[in-house]
């Protein structure tokens, strides 16, 4: 595999903006009919797919919710490379953006029925304003670092060896709270996320 180069923010969010733009006509919508699926400002949507402005994890998702379609796929490779057992840390697909970053594991793997990802939160960061939800359960654990988990209206903070499990419809948020990065393994079946 070849050695990839870390993209730089304004490439990051020209690559959200046309990898939704795309998606977005391969759906047959319009950005006012996106709007109205997913109740975000027609102009927000613009916004994202000029490069003008990148979304929390959380927008993004409620994004895709009305199309619908998960983050994995929304930015996974070209999957004509065909399916691999094992996965070098290199080949985990980010799909975080900034200072949360959420590596997948098996990218590559459409029928996948699990997902994984290798989670990390620098001090201060968190998901977005917006709550999460997506269809499916979800758990987790945090190998080093603290994480506050919000599902609902309960919140925990969590350390070394804590973990999560819940169902994803439920709205939830994470957020570090401490002053290291925060390493966490989650997972989501079906891979809705």
């Known amino acids: ?6 993209e730089t923010q304004q490439s990051v969010e020209e690559n959200v903006g046309a990898r939704l733009r795309q998606v977005r006509e391969t759906f047959g919508l319009s950005q006012r009919a996106l709007a109205r699926k997913t109740g975000v400002a027609n ?10 402005s990148s979304p929390s994890v959380g927008a993004l998702k409620r994004i895709l ?3 619908p379609m998960d983050l994995a796929s929304f930015f996974s490779f070209d999957l004509s490379q065909g399916n691999s057992y094992f996965y070098k840390a290199s080949d985990l697909l980010e799909i975080g953006k900034g200072a949360v970053s959420f590596r ?7 029928q996948k029925a699990i997902q994984m990802l290798y989670e990390t939160f620098q001090p201060g960061a968190d998901t977005g304003r ?3 939800t997506h269809e499916g359960e979800e758990c987790g654990i945090v190998v080093s670092g603290k994480l506050e988990v919000t599902v609902g209206e ?6 070394p060896g804590d973990a999560w499990y819940f169902e994803s419809h439920i709205p939830h948020k994470f957020r570090n709270t401490g002053s290291i ?3 966490c393994i989650s997972a989501c ?5």
């Not at 309960?154 to 350390?159: M, Y």
């Not at 079946?189 to 996320?193: A, E, K």
Request: negative net charge; proline residues 12%; aromatic residues 2%.
């Open 130 to 132: 917006v709550s999460i």
């Open 154 to 159: 309960e919140r925990r903070l969590l350390g």
């Open 65 to 67: 919710d009305g199309l």
């Open 104 to 110: 997948l594991v098996g990218a590559d793997r459409p």
């Open 43 to 52: 102009a927000t949507i613009s916004m994202i797919e000029n490069g003008q």
């Open 189 to 193: 079946t079906p891979p809705t996320f």
């Open 181 to 183: 990065p925060c390493l």
């Open 1 to 6: 595999m070849s050695e990839q180069r870390p």
